[in-house]
């Protein structure tokens, strides 16, 4: 049976974003980004993008309580009663608890991992340059921003891709992601996925994945 409730999991930089754009796609459920989320209200400065803003910016978690909150409102909306692609929650065995709660034992298909060495990843965000009007993202280790060539507008570093930023995230997901990468083995959940390989090698993995060949649990 193919998966529809996923959880992707991975540092940041590990191609999360760009694998989970696709594949919601063609499983057509609704790609939940909490980092999305909480960018779009930091833009439209609604309360949660004014409570979120300082934490984004440090490279620190939002507090669970606030994140949870996101969640449960994205998966109660009817766009997401057939499944839905968890991209950057949870990142906290209190939000994973947090979910299972709302979800039930059996709410959860599985939880990708796509693991890619923090040195790879580093390289990456430290290039990384994102249009702020449509999302393309590319790569320009040379300048702050580029022309955008999707939209014509301006692709520039984010505000949390400056070095003291990626090296707080990445310290955040390796204290944190660990601790829950054993918690989804342990509960059978756990699929891991090498994404040190082109992005459609990586998606070809992930696609046999979801339709359910071999869900890998334990942690490595
Ligand atoms: P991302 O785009 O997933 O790297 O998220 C960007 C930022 O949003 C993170 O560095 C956090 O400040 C915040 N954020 C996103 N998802 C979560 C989460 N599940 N828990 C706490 N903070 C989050």
Same mark, same amino acid.
């Given at each position: 049976?193919? @998966?529809? *409730? ?17 594949? @919601?796609?063609?499983? @057509?459920?609704?790609?939940? +980004?909490?980092?999305?989320?909480? #960018?779009?209200?930091?833009?439209? *400065?609604?309360?949660? !993008?004014?409570? @979120? ?18 969640? *449960? ?16 929650? $949870? %990142?906290?065995? $209190? ?28 390289? #990456?965000? /430290? ?5 702020? /009007?449509? !999302?393309?993202?590319? /790569? ?16 520039? #570093? ?10 707080? *995230? ?8 660990? $601790? ?14 090498? !994404? ?10 992930? %696609? ?5 060949? +071999? ?6």
């Amino acid at each position: 049976m193919t @998966a529809r *409730r996923l959880v992707v999991l991975g540092r940041q930089g590990a191609g999360k974003g760009t694998q989970c754009v696709r594949l @919601a796609a063609d499983l @057509a459920v609704p790609h939940v +980004s909490t980092g999305d989320v909480l #960018r779009a209200a930091v833009r439209q *400065r609604t309360n949660l !993008g004014l409570e @979120a803003k300082r934490f984004i910016d440090a490279g620190d978690l939002v507090p669970d309580e606030v994140i949870v909150g996101v969640v *449960r409102e994205k998966l109660a909306e009817p766009v997401a009663r057939n499944g839905w692609l968890l991209d950057g929650f $949870p %990142r906290t065995l $209190p939000q994973a608890e947090a979910l299972l709660d709302v979800l039930g034992d059996d709410g959860l298909d599985v939880a990708i991992d796509i693991d890619v060495p923090n040195d790879v990843v580093v390289a #990456r965000l /430290s290039s990384r340059r994102v249009c702020e /009007s449509c !999302g393309w993202v590319t /790569s320009a280790p040379d300048a702050l921003s580029v022309d955008c060539a999707e939209c014509g507008g301006i692709a520039s #570093r984010r505000s949390d891709d400056t070095p003291e930023a990626i090296a707080r *995230r990445l310290a955040h997901y390796d204290e944190e992601v660990g $601790p829950l990468q054993a918690w989804f083995a342990d509960r059978g959940l756990l699929a891991r996925v090498d !994404g040190n390989l082109s992005p459609d090698e990586v998606y070809a993995t992930i %696609r046999r994945l979801v339709q359910g060949d +071999s869900v890998v649990s334990g942690a490595a």
